[in-house]
Nanobody, 122 residues
């Protein structure tokens, strides 16, 4: 089991940057694929990015490809999401999640953080 806590959200102008962090508890952090998802008001939860257990492979949603970078540091039990060139449509609550299987489907993720709000003003 792993517990996750996100941080780093906030208000930023369009074109700006934010870096989200997700700290995990427990010695089994490196056993999990880690994903970032987001949910805007009135919309479904949306896949953003996923990284492998070692962090050597990462996949992104088309909507963020080239602007967002996901990384992980297993020694610190932490994953990051560097978000650049932010747009108003990136406004959402961002969640990190852990899965034994990975992928883009949020149903495959058993453990979730509480979320952090990102608001991009245009």
């Amino acid at each position: 089991q792993v517990q996750l806590v996100e941080s780093g959200g906030g208000l930023v102008q369009a074109g700006g940057s934010l870096r989200l962090s997700c700290a995990g508890s427990g010695r089994t952090f490196s056993y999990y694929f880690m994903g970032w998802f987001r949910q805007a008001p009135g919309k479904e939860r949306e896949f953003v990015a996923v990284t492998s257990k070692s962090g050597d492979s990462t996949s992104y949603a088309d909507s963020v490809k080239g602007r967002f970078t996901m990384s992980r540091d297993n020694a610190k039990n932490t994953v990051y999401l560097q978000m650049n060139s932010l747009k108003s449509e990136d406004t959402a609550i961002y969640y990190c999640a852990a899965s034994q299987w990975g992928g883009w489907d949020h149903h495959r993720y058993a453990y979730w953080g509480q979320g952090t709000q990102v608001t991009v003003s245009s």
